[in-house]
């Protein structure tokens, strides 16, 4: 395709309407993140690699070298701290724009500058791969696309200078995500097709960060289960159904074909994508056949797309679904500049470019509101998390500081999310809390102030301990009560009194700070449940069996906000304050 | 100028080669032998969905009645065709049914000329007795429910055929048949949206003098939909406010091509599901054989002579039904069966269309002839097993407004003959509803309003002695109808009790016993309990009356109806229970 052709007369020139579409499509990200906190890995990154020691910068994540985002998220935090997600939401929006820079810079050498905008406009509204696009969390992956492209770009370029930007990017994003072995792996191809002698010359390029990984692999295996891959004899197994997953999942998303009819919501089908996906591969083995040359990006390209799939394919596991919005991003994109290589390639009457367009109009309109209903999901984890970390700074130094900050199950996919209460609120100390303050936290939704309540109960420890032999009340504060349902009270010196009218009366009391008392009459067991931020109470404690005393002690902390505690018995109850 | 691969349009026509046979006559035998078996096969049904509404909540002739959306469609002329039978014939006459075969046999008959002048008479002969038997989409082949999407479908198609004309007198036939297919069913939009594309890319010129052709019934169409937003629903069957949301833009590639996907496995028949022997509709095939429709497409246009201008039109048709589907029916699946009659008529014309100038070789030619005609096969079996169901809903159906014609007027006005979700717990599966079989409520008609139209026009319910004739399940249907009608319970005794007799039992014990017309009373003696069952047409004793609770005495006063039948009761009970006179 002619490039002075498709220049029509008056139209702005590419580079504005790329910085047009650049800035929009970052302004809706930066949008759609708002209200957003750290997620998943990025409470690993804040809490478990304090201090800028070699020995933590290096340490895995989930098995990968994280070298470089760990500088960059320790150096946002270090200048403004973590008190705020800002940092990271105009960062995340940086490097998605760089990203999509660098896929257009890649496509507009072969479709010319206009239409190359089209793809690079899916690329950077690319919702389906919601993890990446949709939240600041997407960032973890965003650097490894970067250098990956950036080698690739730098390699075609060719000469020294290229070169040396080739070996370094290539680097980078080994120190980003292990998934950049893939983009290593194109690299080689593309450094291999430059012929014998070239390809002796410029080995270095893809020796160089081999052996630097390939050291460093050695290297982590002394942080144990940190460093350990998911490759299993299953994973081999299972490769073919897998990738051909993989494909399909990034098949549907690039078509857009990836929704339900009449689901209202997020949805994420792949039916679509194996038919889509097996038709691609149809194309491509038809080029492959042909006897015209084939592009060494191509080349390439195909096999990073292939050492992606695989590798992931052999890393699968729980949390790691072959058809995961994360793989989607890189395998879409990669996917989209082979359909480039081919497209460029082929004579297309206006008809095809007119299905062309339509299609990928389609596909950018399912993937905006793909986007748009994915943001919201992560902004609901993240106020759900800051509900949690609220409740572990609450709890304090009251809690068992070992304890993990979250009640997660002991699998070995989610062992670095095991992050002891000490690393936390050291990290917190140092850098700032990202955690809701008490006052944030009682204006929050129900859902964080009920995650902070959970936290606060598994925390501290609190339940009811039997006492044989209650204590006197102390003369101040009396129990304070809130409701009474099927049944009367009486307060008898700072005592509350319930005498059930009938079956499960209820009594709701404001608890003073040392806790409360309960001796309950002979009978069936009273149930009792604390709340002090969330207007449902949280999961009972033990109940207390008929003729039998029990004390909830409750810690003393830096928040005065009273707990309350909801007591059903079928029969009378005396709940009384104990010292604080 | 056109670009690359489109040509002007030119009036073409594929003529039979010398001494082929003209298939026309073989046509008419397909479409006499078509008829018999339709007619066969809806024998038995009753009206359905939308029908009721047509019966019961659309009375009178005023222009806020005739004009008053249906679901959000123009329906103006179908009602005005039900009004007619309604008034000559009664609800209950043969007369719905054979204008739906009429109405069926016109398409295909249309159809077929559009097929004809693009792919010879052979393949439109087979495309159009498939359309004939379109088991995929039995709602409207194989149920009067056709009637208004095969009225909107019958004057598009015509349109497109007078437009072919390339004359004013054609324009102007055009014209009224859009404005008739908007009147009709929204599904005339595409027709008229594939006019107007006609209309813009090619025919004779001048275009722009040509505007009014599908301009002025698109316009009336829109002055209607304006003036219809003031309009509340008549009835709950009527209801279904449009409903574009974002997350059903976002679905609309999915939709579209989960669309296409349907119509391909209509036309082949890869629907069903081998081993069910029931009305199916399995998507499974639809995105293989989608794609594989598309690569065809793909290689049509790089492979085949220049595209005529007009496949704009064909194309814009199915893009412009689905998407409209996409867009609107958010509680509604591509698959449904309603969708398949124009997802297949279009998807085939654009077939044709786009096969206008290709030669198909006489082989090509005889394995699509074959194809088609062996489609019809799992099609016309899924009419079948389409009619069975609609013929089982039907004698619920008459069996539930019997139930509410005996109640007479002592049944609430706005009570739902078959509220949403159905009254009775039937062990007959339904339709409808995204290829699942779940249980159908098809009657969502106010009493008042169904027993208002019934003066009016005549019973389409089973008469008593029918009703004592019907199936165990249909009686058992009006039982409930008539419990939810006349809500038979206990009270409180008024007075003294007489004629009792006594029963006593120490473990649970059952009575069965008439209930005289001046009801019954049970008392129950401390320590003991009593449930009371009641049934008037069913077999069991299927209509829970209350529990009378140890120590007490309760009543069951049952108050006269349209019919002398006696009602049933069943007194299951433990220890002491008397059963007196009130």
Redesign the interface.
């Known amino acids: 395709m002619s490039r002075t052709a498709e220049k029509g007369r008056g139209w702005p020139g590419p580079i504005p309407l790329l910085g047009l579409l650049i800035v929009g499509a970052a302004a809706l990200t930066f949008w759609e993140t708002r209200g957003q906190s750290l997620y998943a890995d990025e409470v690993t990154i804040f809490s478990s690699y304090r201090g800028w020691d070699p020995g933590v910068l290096l340490r895995p994540d989930g098995g990968h070298l994280i070298l470089t985002t760990l500088l960059v998220y320790k150096t946002l935090w270090q200048i403004f701290g973590a008190e705020s997600y800002l940092p990271l939401r105009i960062l995340h929006v940086v490097l998605a724009s760089i990203s999509a820079g660098l896929f257009y810079q890649l496509a507009r050498t072969r479709i010319g500058d206009y239409p190359a905008l089209a793809p690079t406009a899916l690329v950077v509204l690319f919702g389906s791969a919601g993890e990446i696009v949709a939240t600041p969390f997407g960032s973890l992956a965003y650097g490894s696309v970067i250098f990956g492209l950036a080698a690739l770009l730098a390699l075609e370029r060719g000469g020294r200078r290229g070169d040396v930007i080739a070996c370094i990017c290539l680097i980078g994003a080994l120190a980003s995500y292990s998934i950049s072995i893939a983009f290593l792996v194109g690299a080689a191809v593309l450094v291999y097709l430059r012929g014998p002698a070239m390809r002796r010359r410029s080995a270095w390029v893809i020796a160089a960060p081999v052996l630097l990984y390939a050291a460093y692999r050695i290297y982590a295996l002394h942080y144990g289960g940190h460093g350990e891959t998911n490759i299993s004899l299953d994973n081999v197994g299972n490769l073919p159904s897998a990738m051909l997953t993989e494909l399909a999942a990034a098949a549907a998303a690039l ?11 997020v949805s994420f ?1 792949i ?2 994508g ?3 996906g ?2 691609l591969v149809g194309l491509v083995a038809f080029r492959l056949r042909d006897r015209a040359p084939v592009s060494p990006r191509l080349w390439a390209l195909l096999a990073t797309l292939l050492a992606f799939w695989g590798l992931i394919a052999l890393n699968l596991g729980p949390l790691r679904a072959p058809d995961a919005s994360r793989y989607v991003y890189i395998a879409g994109l990669l996917m989209l500049l082979v359909l480039i290589e081919l497209l460029a390639e082929a004579r297309l ?4 470019l007119a299905g062309i367009a339509v ?1 990928l109009a ?2 950018i ?2 993937n ?3 986007l ?2 994915t943001a919201p999901q992560y902004r609901t984890a993240g106020r759900i998390l800051r509900g949690d970390l609220a409740g572990v700074e609450i709890a304090g130094r009251n809690a068992d500081p070992n304890l993990p900050i979250l009640e997660l199950p002991d699998e070995p996919v989610v062992r670095d999310l095991q992050i002891p209460v000490h690393d936390y609120l050291a990290a917190a100390a140092d850098l700032g809390s990202p955690a809701y303050s008490p006052d944030e936290l009682a204006a929050a939704p129900e859902t964080p102030r009920a995650a902070a309540d959970a936290q606060m109960i598994r925390l501290l420890g609190l339940h009811t301990a039997a006492e044989s032999a209650l204590p006197p009340p102390p003369a101040t504060p009396p129990v304070a009560t809130e409701a009474v349902r099927g049944g009367t009270v009486t307060v008898r010196a700072g005592c509350v009194v319930l005498e059930p009218t009938g079956p499960g009366a209820n009594l709701v009391l404001r608890l003073p700070p040392g806790g409360v008392s309960l001796r309950v009459a002979p009978g069936a067991s009273a149930s009792v449940a604390l709340r002090r931020f969330a207007d449902a109470f949280a999961a009972p404690l033990a109940p207390v069996a008929g003729g039998t005393s029990a004390v909830v002690a409750i810690p003393r902390d830096r928040v005065a906000r009273p707990w309350e505690a909801s007591i059903t018995a079928d029969q009378k109850v005396e709940a009384c304050p104990v010292p604080a | 100028m056109p ?4 040509t002007e349009s030119q009036t073409s026509e594929r003529l039979p080669p010398r001494g082929e046979a003209d298939p026309t006559r073989l046509l008419v035998v397909a479409m006499v032998l078509a008829a018999g078996f339709l007619l066969w096969e809806t024998r038995g049904q009753t009206m359905l969905f939308d029908e009721w509404s047509f019966f019961a909540d659309y009375r009178g002739h005023s222009p806020s009645i005739l004009l008053n959306p249906f679901g959000d469609n123009l329906e103006i002329v179908p009602i005005l065709i039900y009004k007619t039978v309604f008034a000559l014939f009664g609800p209950a006459s043969i007369a719905l049914r054979l204008i739906t075969v009429a109405l069926n046999l016109t398409c295909a008959g249309l159809f077929y000329v559009l097929m004809r002048r693009r792919v010879g008479g052979w393949i439109a002969f087979a495309a159009a007795s498939l359309l004939m038997v379109l088991g995929a989409a039995a709602d409207v082949v194989g149920a009067s429910l056709g009637i208004a999407i095969m009225t909107a479908v019958a004057c598009g198609l015509g349109a497109l055929i007078a437009l072919e004309r390339g004359d004013q007198r054609g324009d102007r036939i055009a014209c009224l048949l859009l404005i008739g297919a908007l009147a009709s069913n929204s599904i005339g939009l595409p027709f008229a949206v594939g006019a107007a594309v006609l209309v813009v890319f090619s025919g004779p010129r001048p275009r722009a003098g040509r505007w009014w052709v599908a301009g002025a019934p698109l316009l009336l169409y829109g002055i209607w939909r304006l003036w219809s937003l003031h309009l509340d629903p008549l009835g709950p069957l009527a209801a279904h406010p449009t409903d574009i ?3 059903n ?10 669309s296409l996907a349907d119509a391909v496995l209509s036309i082949t028949g890869l629907y069903t599901q081998p081993g069910i022997a029931a009305r199916t509709f399995s998507t499974d095939f639809g ?2 054989l ?3 429709v598309v ?1 065809a497409l ?1 290689l049509r ?2 492979r085949g002579p220049a ?1 005529d201008r007009r496949v704009l039109a064909y194309a814009a048709m199915p893009l412009a039904y689905w998407a409209a589907i ?1 867009l609107v ?6 698959s449904v069966s309603r969708y398949q009659y124009g997802g297949a008529i279009l998807l085939l014309l654009l077939s044709a269309e786009l096969a206008r100038d290709v030669r198909i070789a006489p082989r090509l030619q005889a394995a699509i002839v074959a194809a088609l005609l062996i489609s019809a096969a799992p099609n016309a079996y899924n009419i079948h097993a389409s009619s069975e169901l609609l013929r089982q809903n039907a004698r619920m159906d008459r069996a539930e407004m019997a139930a509410i014609e005996i109640a007479g007027d002592r049944v609430p006005y706005d009570l739902l003959v078959e509220p949403i979700g159905g009254r009775f717990d039937r062990s007959t599966p339904a339709l409808f509803s ?1 290829g699942q079989l779940t249980p159908l409520s098809d009657a969502l008609i106010a009493a008042g309003r169904y027993r208002s139209a019934v003066a009016a026009f005549g019973s389409p319910a089973y008469s008593e002695s029918e009703l004592d004739a019907s199936p165990a399940e249909a009686r058992a249907a009006a039982d409930a109808e008539l419990a939810a009608a006349l809500g038979p319970h206990l009270v409180p005794v008024s007075g003294p009790l007489r004629d009792c007799h006594r029963r006593t039992s120490a473990g649970p014990g059952t009575i069965e016993l008439p209930v005289p017309p001046g009801g019954v009373a049970i008392r129950v003696a401390a320590g003991g309990t009593a449930t009371l069952s009641l049934r008037r047409f069913g077999d069991s004793y299927s209509i829970p009356a209350g529990t009378v609770a140890g120590g007490s005495a309760l009543e069951l006063r049952l108050p006269a109806d349209g019919s002398s039948r006696a009602w049933g009761a069943q007194l299951a009970y433990s220890g002491r229970v008397e059963v007196c006179a009130p």
């Open positions: 078509s857009g074909l990836f929704r339900v009819p009449g689901q209202q919501g089908d039916s679509w194996y038919p889509i097996v038709a009457a206006r008809l095809e299609l389609g596909s309109l399912a905006v509101v793909a748009h209903e | 670009g690359p691969g489109l949301t974002l997350a833009i976002g679905t609309l590639p999915t939709s579209i091509a989960d995105p293989p989608a794609v594989a690569a793909v246009i790089r595209l996409a029916a958010s509680d509604r699946t591509p995204g």
